[in-house]
């Protein structure tokens, strides 16, 4: 495990060449895609979102498709459609970008909602349905979506359908001046990227999810992560809190995190790392709480210091 493990961290050693300034949100990505989920990517133009995605593609060796997404974008261009071939009277499937190891789905928060709704079984279920036939993606699949923040011309506010979809949520930032001052001692952009060597390949990445997905979860762990959820569920501050396929994702997040940082089991400080992060995109203030001067994290810390945490996790040595 160690060794896989220490193969995971050389990933996002690459990403971080690349992506200067950022090693907390390199690694939180690193962990959903462990755990097999999709990453929103949420800030303003220019802080190298796109580049994050194209970054783990190549430090992974994984195919890689980007779709800039614009109002003209139609679902087709998605999942792909069926077209009449006169020669021999059969309609032949032609493969929608989704058909590749990342997806890539820029500003996605700019297109129409129907080509929005094109994702959802992509996301739930790694498979197209296009004339009644479903078509399984192919393994690993991820879901890479950057937007910008609603209020900037020509944006839309993602369904909370949508939304649930993405294991987490990361905010990028500005970079730190140093980081800055890298940045421009190497232009163009693409200069950076050159630098991300592979280290692994698809197989690699398969095999430790099968390792995360065997990451042990005690029975008092899974207690503490449906009381954060359901404490959402309570606070007369939001409309909205967490769902059982948020439930979901913190225990995924977690065991990942458990396994990045080199341990077989999860412990309670795996999902205090990675709680805001898997939450805060899932949930809705209320008007009164919006009004009232209320954000999302800082409902995401009362929950944290409210619900009792449970007692250190000891090492698990097997059933």
């Not at 079984?121 to 979506?145: H, I, K």
């Not at 190497?186 to 997905?213: F, Y």
């Not at 077989?264 to 009164?288: G, K, M, S, W």
């Amino acid at each position: 495990m160690q060794n896989i493990n220490e193969k995971a961290l050389a990933v996002t050693a690459e990403v971080s060449k690349a992506v200067l300034g950022k090693p907390e949100v390199v690694l939180k990505i690193m962990m959903a895609i462990l755990a097999r989920g999709h990453v929103l990517i949420e800030d303003i133009p220019g802080v190298g979102k796109t580049t994050l995605a194209q970054a783990f593609a190549r430090a992974m060796d994984l195919t890689q498709n980007r779709v800039q997404f614009t109002p003209d974008v139609l679902p087709s261009d998605i999942v792909g459609f069926s077209l009449y071939q006169k020669e021999t009277g059969k309609f032949v499937y032609h493969p929608g970008a989704v058909m590749c190891n990342l997806f890539l789905a820029d500003e996605i928060n700019r297109t129409s909602a129907r080509t929005q709704s094109a994702l959802l079984e992509v996301m739930e279920e790694s498979a197209v349905t296009v004339d009644g036939v479903t078509r399984v993606l192919p393994q690993p699949f991820t879901v890479f979506a950057t937007e910008n923040p609603v209020g900037s011309v020509g944006t839309q506010m993602l369904p909370e359908s949508q939304l649930d979809r993405f294991m987490v949520c990361v905010v990028m930032g500005y970079p730190d001046a140093e980081a800055e001052m890298e940045i421009l001692s190497r232009q163009p952009r693409r200069a950076l990227l050159d630098r991300v060597q592979p280290v692994m390949d698809k197989n690699d990445l398969l095999a430790m999810q099968q390792q995360v997905d065997a990451v042990y979860m005690s029975d008092e762990i899974r207690r503490y992560i449906v009381e954060l959820s359901r404490a959402t569920r309570q606070d007369s501050r939001l409309m909205l809190g967490l769902s059982p396929r948020a439930s979901l994702a913190v225990a995924g997040m977690a065991r990942a995190a458990a396994f990045l940082s080199g341990r077989n089991y999860v412990a309670p400080q795996d999902i205090t790392a990675i709680f805001a992060d898997a939450a805060r995109h899932r949930l809705c203030l209320t008007e009164q709480a919006r009004t009232g001067g209320d954000t999302v994290q800082n409902i995401l810390d009362d929950v944290l210091h409210t619900v009792p945490r449970p007692r250190p996790e000891k090492p698990f040595h097997g059933r």
